[in-house]
């Protein structure tokens, strides 16, 4: 069956919406300083690089891959040599390659990571739900998987994370993707703290962090959204499902 890409608007400002979940991927502030604001500065993810031999990291909605070129950008300028990158995705609804390189073009703080991606990205075969692409002499590997979230514990049994990236569009649109089912993969999958961060701020989001063993703080949200939540990982849970 062929993969569904998503229906998306690229206005004249840069901003790419979702009609279907009525928001944007990112901040028409400017999308590189939000996620550097919302996951790699609370995930204190350059520190990650130098104190993991591999770091692995967890993104919940790859949209337009932002997050993951940032996180490769901060990896090439801070990783030590020895250091490698494992960047696990899930998206439901993937941007098709001809629109994914009409959206890198807003990109200009990205250009460098972004013309590798695109060339990976352009041979996808997006009939299949798992593509796995390696970069810079296989030590940064990147996987997207294309299902549903609620299909994680199916694709990464037994698999540990150092940081989470919770970026799926607003729970109000989107309440699927913030599920306990979720909340419990993380907290059975995280290694001793472990980080996460998202833009929300749901009281249900902290609840089910707080359930699955993650210390939760609320800070400053990036320009004009007031919060945001970040935390890490507290309590050893039982990792066997």
Same mark, same amino acid.
């Given at each position: 069956?062929? #993969?569904?890409?998503?229906?998306?608007?690229?206005?004249?400002?840069?901003?790419?919406?979702? @009609?279907?979940?009525?928001?944007? &991927?990112?901040?028409?502030?400017?999308?590189?300083?939000?996620?550097?604001?919302?996951?790699?500065?609370?995930?204190?993810? @350059?520190?990650?690089?130098?104190?993991? /031999? *591999?770091? !692995?990291?967890? /993104?919940?909605?790859?949209?337009?891959?932002?997050?993951?070129?940032?996180?490769?950008?901060?990896?090439?300028?801070?990783?030590?040599?020895?250091?490698?990158?494992?960047?696990?995705?899930?998206?439901? &609804?993937?941007?098709?390659?001809?629109?994914?390189?009409?959206?890198?073009?807003?990109?200009?703080?990205?250009?460098?990571?972004?013309?590798?991606?695109?060339?990976?990205?352009? #041979? *996808?075969?997006?009939?299949?739900?798992?593509?796995?692409?390696?970069?810079?002499?296989?030590?940064?590997?990147?996987?997207?998987i294309f299902d549903d979230l609620t299909e994680v514990k199916? &694709?990464?049994?037994?698999? +540990?994370?150092?940081?989470?990236?919770?970026?799926? +569009?607003?729970?109000? /649109? !989107? @309440?699927?993707?913030?599920?306990?089912?979720?909340?419990?993969?993380?907290?059975?999958?995280?290694?001793?703290?472990?980080?996460?961060?998202?833009?929300?701020?749901?009281?249900?989001?902290?609840?089910?962090?707080?359930?699955?063993?993650?210390?939760?703080?609320?800070?400053?949200?990036? !320009?004009?959204?007031?919060?945001?939540?970040?935390?890490?990982?507290?309590?050893?849970?039982?990792?066997?499902?």
């Open positions: 069956m062929h #993969k569904n890409f998503a229906k998306i608007e690229i206005l004249d400002t840069g901003d790419i919406y979702s @009609p279907v979940f009525n928001d944007i &991927y990112f901040s028409p502030a400017g999308g590189y300083m939000e996620s550097l604001h919302v996951f790699a500065e609370p995930n204190n993810i @350059p520190q990650k690089f130098f104190s993991n /031999e *591999i770091t !692995n990291i967890f /993104e919940a909605g790859f949209g337009t891959g932002l997050n993951f070129l940032l996180t490769l950008k901060l990896f090439l300028q801070f990783a030590p040599k020895s250091a490698s990158l494992d960047y696990t995705s899930f998206e439901k &609804y993937p941007i098709s390659p001809e629109q994914m390189e009409k959206i890198h073009n807003f990109f200009i703080f990205l250009r460098h990571e972004s013309i590798s991606f695109l060339k990976s990205y352009s #041979k *996808i075969d997006f009939n299949k739900n798992f593509t796995q692409f390696s970069f810079y002499n296989k030590r940064v590997s990147l996987n997207i199916k &694709y990464l049994p037994g698999k +540990f994370f150092h940081a989470w990236y919770l970026d799926g +569009f607003n729970p109000k /649109e !989107n @309440p699927e993707m913030w599920s306990e089912s979720f909340f419990e993969f993380m907290g059975k999958n995280s290694f001793d703290n472990a980080t996460f961060s998202t833009f929300s701020a749901a009281g249900f989001i902290k609840r089910g962090l707080l359930k699955s063993g993650f210390q939760v703080e609320k800070i400053k949200g990036f !320009n004009r959204k007031r919060e945001m939540l970040k935390g890490y990982k507290t309590k050893c849970l039982d990792k066997i499902f």
